[in-house]
Each structure stands twice: as C-alpha cells, then as structure tokens.
C-alpha cells in the first residue's frame, strides 16, 4: 500500500530528469527526504522504509534518473555545503 507520507514527498521534491545521467544517489535522496520532513513537521521513516516506497514507484535509489527540486532542495544544498552561502 502506498504511503502517503512518500508520496507527497515525492510530488514536491523529486522529479524525473532524463537528461540527468548520473541521478541521485541514496544519500541524496535520504537528504533531501529528510530536508523536506524538516520543513513539513513530518517524522523521517527509516531509510528502508523509503526505499519501499520508491520501488512501489519502480524508482531504484542506486540507478535512477531523478532530480531534486522545490524548497527541500534549496535546503539540502545549503545544508550539505554551507561554505557556499
């Protein structure tokens, strides 16, 4: 069954990119997933359970094409590289 939790996730944050070779990796995925619970109140799932929720979608986290976008996004990247701001 899917989660709605994931899937709003989802809608807001990732977004298929095929010109993206590369994609995200699991780290990144979990990082944005996690920016995103910050900022939406939302307890963050176990990674595993987020990798469920990404094969009900048929999305691999270590082979994909995707893409982050939104304020989830801004976050995580100021986030991972502060030196940047």
Known sequence: MTNPHFEV???????????NEAGLDRDELYGVYTSW????????QAPEDL???LKEHRIKPADNHLA???PAAADYIIASAPDIV
């Open 37 to 44: 619970c910050l900022m939406n109140n939302e307890e963050p």
């Open 51 to 53: 990798w469920a929720a």
């Open 68 to 70: 982050m976008k939104g």
């Open 9 to 19: 996730f989802l809608a807001q944050s990732i977004r298929e990119d095929a010109e």
